[in-house]
């Protein structure tokens, strides 16, 4: 664990560690004597600034102020020979090499110097233009070494990418860099979480030999401002520690203020920094941020112990290598430190999804603890682990302990911030540097690792890591001379011994990563989930199963068949067939035997047909007597299908005993292979159908695989289709109307309108037949909105003759839900027939939820602002999911019918009845019954708090000219 950032700087006072970074560094007005600077107005494009050091490389030029509001094209010139000399172009974020040189290199002086070429690097800074030059020229052995690392470049970057691992990226970077730069020693310097750095890999030329490498530099040695300016240039080099630097001339630019150097080469550095340097014994120094997520994660130092002054200066060519250098380090140490942390963040998360699937699969969340405690605590390095969730209470490890479990808990929790609902993670890793932060329960404790939720009350759990002792070497005792400076100011002079210090640190832990309180806040939220699955685990095991399977037959509902075929043939495994399967002439039983009896042959049926299945095939209940089968075959074809289809002919036809009576029956199937018939579910079932329809017309009891062919036999099914078209226009729609009753008054309390169609040759059609054909056709929101039209027309004519002030009920299919004008036109029809809005109420199914929860929701609720009420239909049938029922504004559910049908047969289903009506209850809605067809049906709805029912019961759906007619018999029988 790296140190506080008092541990080693104590002794130097906060005044003046403030003081230190307030020096304004790249303030300093100096410039390096190897080049010179000339600083240019952009208004005027005259120079205004120059450095005094100008007058050793130009020729003649006696004094640097002579330069000072000469327009620049005098002193300089493009290489092209043009007159443009474009300085609004440049950068203020970096430098840029200009094609301009001089005008003394075309002068012919005979005092003129060797170095008659120059480099010009240039960028803005706000009205300013700071141009920099450097001699070009230089060693001839140099330039070679350097073009043989241009041309070995490609290997050089390999080198790099082969290291595995950070350790021994950082050693192979500092071979690299010092092999490229030529400096005399090269080091990765690395700043820790306290401010305090350590030298993390270093290499020398093989006259020198390693002195840093694993030593550590207090904070002070760079200060705030420094770090920042790091930020901001990242190649900063100093050709020579014992030059002379060369000031500025004016001191100050025209508007008053100082030049700005952050991005400047020859920026010259202050003389606490060059002390420092000397006093390591160095002479040249080129210094490479490295930055990581925006963030100065350390520097790339090399030193060199002769000066780097012409013609051995660092020259662009180098410069840009050692930047590319600087930014493939940058990279690959920010690569190699996220996959160290995502290897981490991979081992807890693994290992957490481990430990989730033993609690889901035992639930005892203690055992599982105790179970786990040998793979959890290693994980996370910890010596014991905690947790407090409602009454669960647990402390477990081998820490040593002081109290009991709960006054553990309860020291520990007293760090918690009650105030803050969101998930927190607290860290400490320093608890036994001082007794107030020690725990008294936990004495051994040195590191502690906190998570906590919000969860109807606050809960917990905790890690603790034990104490471990290091050893760190210091560069250096970090005792520093402190110096008075004219100004009134003090200063602190640099270091100047650098022979190795060693100190234990105690009282720390190994320091806590993210990725620990990450895994930790992880671990909570498992325990929590579980802890809430624990209280109501059957009924969700219940709903689950129901949501995905078929509650008579247990097999696959449509839903999850459809669901599993289309992940399949997203997938594109179509090594498969698709088979519907229909009970021929199963109206008959259930009309003449009953409902029961005919779920008794549907169970048996089911049975029959799984005992032919393979492991890999899937069988489900679409609804009635209609099944769907998924064969996997590795060689598709019809007459491998067609074999399989006689295997299921054969399980059928032996009689089915239910009840003492025989029977005897077929089915019919019809076939559809991927992907030539289909490469979608609702392809493949439109094709297996129609051959199903195909295999019942010509006689039943028999197989067809679709044919292309076949697709012409669909002209009945569009005439149809056409004919629903024309059905609203020509009048053929109806509305029929069946009463909900009261059950505690024996009062009818309310109607639900259903459409019929009318058809002239076809006769009267139910919404079964019509409305899944207007639905694929998208001709259900015109069929939707002459329903609505109709039913509150209707309901106006009813209450303007004095006769059922009764509210009524209408379906609406999820296309109108999701209509944008569905409440405009409500309201419109009910402001035009002048019925209030509390006279309607919409019903919605589960299916449109389901597909469209936000849209819905926002519907029922903007419905429901106008004053009309909402019910769900048909609950129970699709997912029936209670997060999902907490979500919509409903004031009304609806039990299917399937339900009151098999309450009193079926003990599930009563069960299940019984669970949906307390739900309703606790949800404050109005409970209706669907489908009550029989006097104890209504009493046992009426003895467990169900107090409306629908049903045949009651009445069939009747005509409007009825309605009034059957409400006054239906309340007088009841009453009876």
Same mark, same amino acid.
């Given at each position: ?11 130097i ?29 952009l208004?005027?494009?005259?120079i205004v600034?120059? @450095?005094t ?7 003649? #030029? ?10 620049l094209s ?9 007159d443009a ?12 090499a200009?094609? %301009? ?7 012919? #002086? ?7 070429? %120059?480099?010009?690097?240039?960028h ?7 141009? $920099? ?10 330039? !070679? ?6 041309a ?6 390999a ?9 021994a990226f950082f ?9 490229v ?9 690395r ?12 290499? &020398? ?12 530099f ?15 240039n ?5 050709a ?23 991005h400047?080469?020859?920026?010259g550095l202050?003389?606490?920094?060059l002390?420092y #340097? ?25 030193h ?6 012409? *013609?051995?200066?660092?020259?662009e060519?180098?410069r840009?290598i ?12 920010e ?5 160290? &942390? ?6 807890l ?7 989730h699937?033993a609690?889901l ?6 055992n $599982? ?8 605590l290693?994980a996370?390095?910890a ?14 490890g081998?820490?040593r ?17 009650l105030?803050d609902p ?29 998570a906590?939720r919000?969860?109807?009350d606050?809960i917990f ?5 034990e ?5 760190v070497?210091?560069? +250096?005792? *970090?005792?520093?001379?402190v ?6 100011r003090i ?8 022979a190795? %210090?060693?100190?234990?640190v ?11 309180g990450e ?16 209280v109501?685990?059957k009924?969700?095991?219940t709903?689950?199963w129901r ?8 097999l ?16 594109g495994?179509?090594?498969?067939a ?5 009970l021929d ?10 409902? $029961?009896? +005919? ?5 048996q ?7 032919v ?7 489900a209940?679409l609804?009635g ?5 998924l064969?996997?075959?590795p ?8 074999t399989?289809?006689e295997?299921?002919h054969?399980?059928? @036809?032996?009689?089915?005993d239910?009840k +003492?009576?025989?029977f005897?029956?077929g089915?019919?199937v ?13 392809e493949?079932? !439109?094709?297996?159908d129609?051959?199903?329809?195909q295999?019942?017309?010509l006689g ?6 679709f ?10 099914y ?17 509305l ?11 009062k009818v ?11 002239? &040759?076809?006769?009267?059609? @139910? *919404?079964s ?20 039209r109709?039913a ?10 004095? #006769? ?12 109108d ?5 569905l409440?405009?036109?409500?309201t ?8 209030p ?9 589960e299916?449109?939820f ?5 849209? &819905? ?10 004053g009309?009420?909402?019910?769900l ?9 209670? @997060?999902y ?6 004031q ?7 339900f009151t ?6 003990a ?6 019984q669970a ?12 209706v019954?669907? +489908?009550v $067809?029989?006097?104890e049906?209504?009493? %046992? ?6 107090h409306?029912?629908q ?7 009747v ?14 029988r009841?009453?009876a």
């Open positions: 664990m790296s140190m506080s950032p008092g541990a080693h700087d104590h002794t006072p906060a005044e003046l560690e403030n003081t230190c970074a307030l020096e304004a560094i790249h303030l300093l007005g100096t410039v390096q004597s190897y080049g010179f600077v000339m600083v240019v107005d208004a005027s494009r005259c600034q120059v @450095s050091g100008i007058v050793k490389h130009w020729p003649g #030029l006696q004094d640097a102020a002579a330069l000072i509001s000469r327009p005098d002193c300089v010139a493009a290489v092209d020979g043009s000399l474009d300085i609004d172009a440049l950068s203020a974020a970096h430098l840029v200009l094609p %301009w040189r001089p005008r003394f290199e075309q002068a012919d #002086l005979p005092e003129q110097p060797a170095a008659l070429h %120059w480099e010009c690097l240039g803005r800074w706000g009205q300013f233009a700071v141009l $920099e030059w450097l001699p070009a020229n230089g060693n001839g052995d140099e330039q !070679r070494r350097q073009n043989q690392i241009f070995g470049f490609g290997e050089v970057i080198r790099l990418r082969r290291a595995e691992g950070l350790d050693r192979a970077c500092v071979k690299v860099i010092q092999e730069s030529a400096f005399d020693r090269v080091m990765i310097y700043f820790m979480p306290d401010g305090c750095g350590e030298v993390v890999a270093e290499h &020398t030329s093989k006259e020198y030999q390693q002195k840093y490498l694993g030593l550590r207090p904070a002070s040695d760079i200060p705030s401002q420094a770090r920042t300016l790091y930020l901001t990242k190649l900063r080099l100093l020579d520690v014992e030059a002379p630097m060369d000031g500025l001339v004016p001191p100050r630019l025209p508007t008053g203020e100082l030049l700005d150097q952050s400047c080469i020859l920026r202050s003389d606490v920094h002390v #340097l000397r006093n390591m014994g160095v002479r040249a120094t080129m210094t490479l941020s490295i930055v990581c997520d925006g963030k100065l994660w350390g520097l790339i130092a090399c060199h112990h002769q000066p780097r002054t012409p *013609p051995y200066q660092i020259r060519n180098m840009q050692a930047e590319l250098l600087a930014e493939i380090a940058n990279m690959r140490i690569a190699l430190s996220h996959l160290e &942390t995502v290897r981490h963040r991979l081992t998360d693994h290992l957490l999804n481990q430990f699937q609690l699969q035992d639930g005892d969340i203690t $599982e603890l105790e179970l786990w405690l040998p793979e959890l290693p996370f390095d010596s014991s682990l905690g947790v407090q969730i409602g009454t669960l209470a647990f402390i477990g081998p820490a302990r002081q109290g009991a479990t709960h006054q553990i808990l309860d020291e520990v929790g007293a760090r918690l911030d105030q969101r998930p927190q993670v607290f860290i400490w890793d320093d608890l036994l540097t001082s007794r107030k932060r020690s725990l008294l329960y936990l004495p051994d404790a040195a590191g502690l690792l906190l906590q919000h969860d109807e606050i759990c905790f890690l603790t890591r104490e471990v002792v290091q050893q070497r210091w560069g +250096g005792e *970090p005792v520093k001379d110096v008075a400076l004219p100004n009134g200063r602190l002079e640099p270091r100047r011994s650098f190795v %210090w060693q100190q234990s105690k009282g720390h832990s190994d320091p806590w990563l993210q990725a620990d895994a930790l806040q992880n671990l909570l939220r498992i325990l929590s989930e579980v802890n809430k699955l624990q109501n685990r009924m969700q095991e709903l689950h949501a995905h399977h078929d509650h008579l037959t247990g696959y509902n449509r839903r999850a068949m459809e669901d599993e075929v289309a992940r399949r043939l997203d997938d495994q179509y090594n498969t698709l088979m519907l399967l229909d002439h199963f109206k008959k039983i259930n009309d003449t035997y009953g409902h $029961e009896t +005919g779920d008794l042959v549907l169970q049926l089911s049975l029959r047909l799984k005992a299945m393979r492991e890999n095939d899937l069988l209940r609804g007597d209609e099944f769907m089968l064969l996997q075959i060689h598709p074809s019809a007459a491998t299908a067609l399989f289809a295997r299921l054969g399980a059928v @036809s032996g009689p089915f239910i +003492g009576q025989q005897r029956l089915i019919s019809g076939i559809a292979i991927p992907p030539g018939h289909g490469r979608t579910v609702s493949l079932l !439109r094709h297996a129609l051959t199903l329809y295999a019942k017309s039943r009891c028999r197989s067809i695989v044919e292309l062919a076949m697709a012409a036999d669909q002209r009945e569009y005439l149809l289709e056409r004919d629903l078209d024309e059905a609203v226009e020509r009048n053929q729609l109806s029929v109307f069946q009463p909900k009753v009261d059950l505690i008054s024996r309390v309310g109607l639900e309108a259903l459409v019929r169609w009318n058809h002239p &040759t076809r006769g009267q059609n @139910s *919404p037949a019509f409305i899944p054909i207007a639905e694929h056709s998208d001709q259900i929101i015109r069929i939707d909105r002459w329903v609505m109709s509150i027309a209707e309901l106006a004519r009813l209450r303007s003759q004095g #006769l059922a002030r009764l509210p009524i009920a209408i379906n609406l299919s999820i296309a839900i999701l209509s944008p004008n409440v405009a036109y409500l419109e029809l009910l402001d035009e027939y002048k019925v809005a509390s006279a309607l109420e919409i019903e919605v199914t299916s449109c389901m597909r469209q929860l936000d849209e &819905t929701q926002s519907v029922l609720r903007a419905l429901n602002e106008t009309i009420s909402t019910a239909d048909d609950f129970g049938t699709g997912f029936s999911s209670l @997060s029922l907490r979500q919509l504004p409903l009304c559910l609806k039990i299917d019918q399937s049908r098999s309450m009193l047969q079926d599930n289903a009563e069960k299940l009845t949906i009506v307390a739900m309703g209850i606790a949800l404050r809605m109005t409970i019954a669907e +489908g $067809e029989t006097r049906q209504m009493n %046992w709805l009426l003895a467990h708090g169900c409306i029912g049903g045949y019961y009651f009445s069939p759906p005509p409007a000219q009825d309605v009034q007619q059957v409400i006054e018999r239906l309340e007088i009841l009453s």
